[in-house]
């Protein structure tokens, strides 16, 4: 059985960084991608980034330049580095990846910006 684990979020003033953690364990055969999404209250679920084995990002237009996502495959082990959060960034994050041909989604962590 595979599962991600997240952990890095909480509570941070506009302007700061936080910077989340997802690691991949279980029997673990080959990772496609990992990536991160959203979630605010009352929204649907949102791509923030993913990045390839092979390094390819796909970032979304609302946190360019903020949020960069890296992964360090030795350690099966995606990240985000927020930066210049803003209130509206507040949301829970998902960790999502697809290992072994099938897609898996993290519990969620709680990032709250207060203004």
């Known amino acids: 059985q595979v599962q991600l684990v997240e952990s890095g979020g909480g509570l941070v003033q506009a302007g700061g960084s936080l910077r989340l953690s997802c690691a991949a364990s279980g029997t673990i055969f080959s990772i496609n991608y990992m990536g991160w999404y959203r979630q605010s209250p009352g929204k649907q679920r949102e791509l923030v980034a993913t990045i390839t084995s092979g390094a390819n990002t796909n970032t979304a237009d609302s946190v360019k330049g903020r949020f960069t996502i890296s992964r360090d495959n030795a350690k099966n082990t995606v990240y985000l580095q927020m930066n210049s959060l803003k209130p509206e960034d507040t949301a829970v994050y998902y960790c999502?990846?697809?290992?072994?041909?099938?897609?898996?989604w993290g519990q969620g962590t709680q990032v709250t910006v207060s203004s």
């Open positions: 999502n990846a697809r290992i072994n041909r099938q897609n898996y």
